[in-house]
């Protein structure tokens, strides 16, 4: 079999997610459970918003590690700038507070 040939859909597997109800269930009893399975976990997911918000944390942070990796000039100009925004700011707010 070269790698070219296309693969028999048959041994192609995919998982299915939590949030889905897997094909192909007969029996009525089964499939029930299996739609109120995976709509607990939609909803688990769905409000669950620590675990959402670590995981956008998570991602971010990634995010913002490998453009440090890419362009290290830039990020420090980036950090400097806001730096020099959050300064501002602040000296603003407390000679408006002086005043």
Known sequence: M???SP????????AVPRTAVPLGIADPV???????????????????VPRRVAHFTDRTISKARAFARKNPAATTGIVVAKAAAVGLIVWAAVRAYTR
């Open 7 to 14: 693969v028999p859909v048959s041994r192609t597997t995919v």
């Open 30 to 48: 089964d499939q029930a459970r299996a739609e109120l399975k995976a709509a607990l976990a939609a909803i688990e997911e769905k409000a669950n």
């Open 2 to 4: 070269s790698s070219d």
